[in-house]
């Protein structure tokens, strides 16, 4: 069996046609889109980039695998302390480890390890080819290297290949001689000049005046494709244009990734799977070009698997998280499941087009943010413990049916559904800490007892905020955060 996995890093599913994206982003994604299964409710359990894929490889969600932050504890995976054997427990439950017991040679191109120092993502990986620039890379630093692998190697049997493309992470790199195919092309209908108008008021990094997270920064020399800030629609197609370009990019080499697949023979015996780390907020919750909450924009992701001999042109719509990947990949391939994984198969979704979804989903974030959110049904809770200095409410129920956007907060209005989501969040959270080791913490509370998300430290010592909301007409927003953020603020 010959495996590939295209890993598109910051991917929102509605920016790809198959999705329903009125720009030609995605032709290549699209054909392989109609040739599977696409999945149209599929969720990163953990955002954004490192506890996502350290979520989806160790098939373990980021409360049991200790990595929820971008620094601090957190950021590494739990010590195994005095029950540590002569090997880890990834030995026995790595998902490319799980692949290779079952007889695949196991790859890896990019730079996601060199990235974020997670060297626990290489686990049983047989090769490993880091494109060196730590996820700063575009496309075409990482395709020569996976074409020449192909014709090296394509012709095998039994492998399983994971390309990590970035071109969609802001801040966006696409060659400049790459053009905008989307000049001419609408931007999406949320795109107004009265919402630029009122998101330029909101505070918080990352949000319309502060994309660049803390501030308006941005070398345009290096980066022409990136404003810093969005003044006016120009700058807005700016940053629509500059996120679909790097799809488009991305997509193109695709297309010759599987060019190179179909030159070798192999192209339609070969399992091809597309999805990403996490989403990203384009104006959800007041954030901009960041994929910093536990909500619909950050957390939703594509999946697309066309897996040679099954299903075809069939759509998806359970719930699922991206780490139910590693289950789903044993059983498809017959080989023994870890006993430690959280993941739910949803191999019957692809041989069968059978609905297998969960009835809801935990999703976190704890590296910008510090929520913790249920969806389920229409709906998605989100409950705020660290706010990133968006001064969110305490708790927020969208209707992601009626409202997608996330624009009208129902919580006070169904107060019957926020006990509901409450009790599904502290059933899965007793859950899970029952299965851990007496007196282990959850992670939640390690990143808040040591000053909170990762992105949100110093806000004021390091990057001067609070200044930075005087001077651009939001300083009415200090008296609340310096109540919420005393150490921060005051």
Same mark, same amino acid.
């Given at each position: 069996?010959r495996?590939?996995?295209?890993?598109?890093?910051?991917?929102r599913?509605?920016?790809?046609g198959?999705?329903?994206?009125?720009?030609?982003?995605?032709?290549?994604?699209?054909?392989?889109?109609?040739?599977?299964?696409?999945?149209?409710?599929?969720?990163c359990?953990?955002?954004?980039?490192?506890?996502?894929r350290?979520?989806m490889m160790?098939?373990?969600?980021?409360?049991?695998?200790?990595?929820?932050?971008?620094?601090?504890v957190?950021?590494?995976?739990?010590?195994e302390?005095?029950?540590r054997?002569f090997?880890?427990?990834?030995?026995?439950?790595?998902l490319p480890?799980?692949?290779?017991?079952?007889?695949?040679?196991?790859?890896?191109?990019?730079?996601?390890?060199?990235r974020?120092?997670?060297w626990?993502?290489?686990?049983?990986?047989?090769?490993?080819?880091?494109?060196?620039?730590?996820?700063?890379?575009?496309?075409?630093?990482?395709?020569?290297?996976?074409?020449?692998?192909?014709?090296?190697?394509?012709?095998?049997? %039994?492998? *399983?290949?994971?390309?990590?493309?970035? @071109?969609?992470? +802001? !801040?966006?790199?696409?060659? /400049?001689?790459f053009? %905008?195919? *989307?000049?001419?092309?609408?931007?999406? @209908?949320?795109? +107004? !000049?009265e919402l630029?108008? /009122?998101?330029?008021?909101?505070?918080?990094?990352?949000?319309?005046?502060?994309i660049?997270?803390?501030n308006?920064?941005?070398?345009?020399?290096?980066?022409?494709r990136?404003?810093?800030e969005?003044?006016?629609?120009?700058?807005?197609?700016?940053?629509i244009d500059?996120?679909d370009?790097?799809?488009?990019y991305?997509?193109?080499?695709?297309?010759?990734?599987?060019?190179?697949?179909?030159?070798?023979?192999?192209?339609?015996?070969?399992?091809?799977?597309?999805?990403?780390?996490?989403?990203?907020?384009?104006?959800?919750?007041?954030?901009y070009?960041?994929?910093?909450?536990?909500?619909?924009?950050?957390?939703?992701?594509?999946?697309?698997?066309?897996?040679?001999g099954?299903?075809?042109?069939h759509?998806?719509?359970?719930?699922?998280?991206?780490?139910?990947l590693?289950?789903?990949?044993?059983e498809m391939?017959?080989?023994?499941?870890?006993?430690?994984?959280?993941?739910?198969?949803?191999?019957?979704?692809?041989?069968d087009?059978?609905?297998?979804?969960r009835?809801?989903l935990?999703?976190?974030q704890?590296?910008?943010?510090?929520?913790?959110?249920v969806?389920?049904?229409?709906?998605?809770?989100?409950?705020?413990?660290h706010?990133?200095?968006?001064?969110?409410?305490?708790?927020?129920?969208?209707?992601?049916?009626d409202?997608?956007?996330?624009?009208?907060?129902?919580?006070?209005?169904?107060?019957?559904?926020?006990k509901?989501?409450r009790?599904?969040?502290?059933?899965?959270?007793?859950?899970?800490?029952?299965?851990?080791?007496?007196?282990?913490k959850?992670?939640?509370?390690?990143?808040?007892?040591?000053?909170g998300?990762y992105?949100?430290?110093?806000?004021?010592?390091?990057?001067?905020?609070?200044?930075?909301?005087?001077?651009?007409?939001?300083g009415?927003?200090?008296?609340?955060?310096?109540?919420?953020?005393?150490?921060e603020?005051s």
């Amino acid at each position: 069996m010959r495996i590939l996995y295209l890993d598109i890093d910051t991917l929102r599913p509605d920016h790809l046609g198959c999705y329903g994206y009125h720009r030609n982003t995605s032709p290549n994604i699209d054909r392989l889109a109609a040739e599977g299964v696409q999945f149209e409710n599929y969720y990163c359990s953990d955002a954004p980039c490192l506890p996502s894929r350290t979520a989806m490889m160790t098939g373990r969600f980021g409360i049991h695998t200790g990595v929820v932050n971008h620094g601090g504890v957190c950021a590494d995976p739990r010590p195994e302390g005095t029950a540590r054997a002569f090997r880890t427990d990834a030995t026995w439950s790595a998902l490319p480890l799980k692949l290779v017991h079952g007889g695949l040679h196991t790859a890896y191109i990019g730079g996601f390890g060199h990235r974020h120092s997670a060297w626990h993502f290489y686990t049983g990986f047989r090769e490993i080819h880091d494109t060196g620039k730590g996820g700063m890379e575009s496309a075409e630093d990482v395709t020569p290297i996976a074409l020449d692998w192909i014709k090296r190697r394509g012709k095998e049997e %039994n492998w *399983f290949l994971h390309i990590n493309y970035w @071109d969609p992470h +802001t !801040p966006f790199r696409v060659p /400049e001689d790459f053009g %905008n195919p *989307f000049k001419n092309d609408p931007l999406p @209908d949320w795109c +107004t !000049p009265e919402l630029i108008e /009122e998101h330029r008021k909101l505070p918080g990094p990352h949000s319309m005046q502060d994309i660049t997270m803390y501030n308006n920064e941005i070398d345009r020399q290096q980066y022409p494709r990136q404003p810093g800030e969005v003044r006016d629609m120009d700058e807005m197609r700016e940053l629509i244009d500059g996120y679909d370009c790097g799809i488009r990019y991305a997509d193109d080499h695709v297309g010759k990734i599987l060019a190179a697949l179909e030159a070798q023979g192999i192209l339609e015996d070969t399992a091809i799977i597309i999805s990403s780390d996490h989403g990203e907020n384009y104006g959800e919750l007041g954030i901009y070009a960041e994929h910093a909450t536990a909500d619909q924009g950050t957390c939703r992701i594509p999946m697309i698997i066309r897996w040679p001999g099954k299903k075809q042109g069939h759509v998806d719509n359970g719930l699922h998280y991206n780490l139910d990947l590693a289950p789903t990949l044993t059983e498809m391939l017959d080989v023994e499941p870890a006993k430690v994984w959280d993941g739910e198969s949803y191999a019957p979704a692809l041989t069968d087009g059978a609905d297998c979804g969960r009835d809801h989903l935990v999703i976190s974030q704890c590296a910008h943010t510090c929520q913790r959110s249920v969806r389920w049904g229409d709906y998605l809770w989100v409950r705020t413990w660290h706010d990133f200095y968006h001064l969110f409410p305490e708790e927020m129920l969208f209707n992601l049916k009626d409202d997608p956007r996330e624009e009208n907060n129902l919580a006070e209005a169904k107060p019957e559904l926020c006990k509901e989501a409450r009790d599904i969040y502290e059933s899965w959270q007793q859950q899970m800490m029952s299965s851990l080791p007496e007196g282990t913490k959850d992670t939640l509370d390690i990143v808040l007892e040591e000053g909170g998300p990762y992105h949100s430290r110093n806000a004021m010592k390091e990057h001067g905020y609070p200044e930075r909301l005087e001077k651009t007409g939001r300083g009415e927003y200090l008296a609340e955060l310096k109540k919420r953020h005393p150490r921060e603020f005051s």
